[in-house]
């Protein structure tokens, strides 16, 4: 098993970025559908915890075909697909059990812990899980590569100026002098158990999901006009709206 410690600031307030956060993955979604691919939502239901309390239960299907390597798609069917299951109990979130059933032995496995500061919080998940010293990573969501397939220029945060909040565009050291500023904190477990694979798979899905975490930060702040002034019941009923037109694109590419 492979565990890296992910910490991924942006200039938003944690009260801000819970909207963010749902506007970015509903329209991220709805736009990766349009390719065959993207995130098909199974179940979206309220959840009650006796710890956290209350919060959100989702079950989701991610479809991946065209994102796999040679060598993988190789070895996996045409119609490949994660089943993802997440607890969301913002500002703590747990996206675990992802699985995909011709793979029995692999998993991924996320804690998020989003904080109003610039990343300098130390052994934040305090995990009886972690033996000993995992990595920790810090993305800079203006200055650090992904790569030239995903690139979008009006997504660059260092070019992006918000109309409605005057925040951008973001310069070099922008983490040590920007404010508001909040940091998204995710401990990642991959796990591949299968001899001879191992290393090679966890290290690829690791460098998958630091672009996808990269290029999910980058759209939440440069898509701040467009969510910063909806409620949560509005971005609630925006992220039902796009689950159904993603389930409707995606249901008729993969019956």
């Not at 736009?31 to 989701?60: A, I, L, R």
């Amino acid at each position: 098993m492979l565990i890296k410690e992910y910490r991924i600031c942006m200039p938003l307030t944690t009260e801000e970025y819970r909207v963010g956060q749902l506007y970015t993955i509903s329209k991220h979604s709805h736009q990766e559908s349009e390719k065959g691919e993207g995130v098909e939502v199974v179940k979206n239901e309220p959840h009650e915890d006796p710890v956290h309390g209350p919060g959100q239960f989702t079950e989701k299907r991610v479809h991946l075909s065209s994102k796999l390597p040679s060598w993988a798609r190789a070895v996996t069917p045409r119609i490949f697909y994660i089943t993802e299951k997440a607890w969301n109990y913002y500002p703590y979130t747990i996206t675990g059990e992802h699985r995909c059933s011709f793979l029995p032995k692999f998993s991924i496995y996320i804690e998020t812990k989003y904080e109003d500061n610039c990343g300098d919080s130390e052994n934040i998940f305090h995990s009886d899980k972690i033996l000993g010293d995992h990595e920790v990573s810090f993305l800079d969501i203006a200055f650090d590569e992904i790569p030239e397939r995903y690139y979008r220029s009006l997504e660059d945060p260092r070019f992006f100026s918000s109309a409605k909040t005057g925040r951008g565009p973001l310069r070099e050291g922008w983490r040590q002098h920007t404010k508001p500023i909040m940091c998204s904190y995710k401990l990642v477990s991959v796990k591949f158990e299968v001899w001879g694979l191992q290393t090679r798979v966890e290290q690829f899905v690791h460098k998958v999901i630091r672009d996808i975490l990269l290029i999910g930060h980058r759209q939440a702040f440069a898509w701040v006009d467009e969510w910063c002034d909806m409620s949560l019941e509005e971005v609630r009923a925006f992220e039902t709206q796009m689950q159904v037109a993603t389930n409707q694109k995606l249901g008729s590419q993969h019956p």
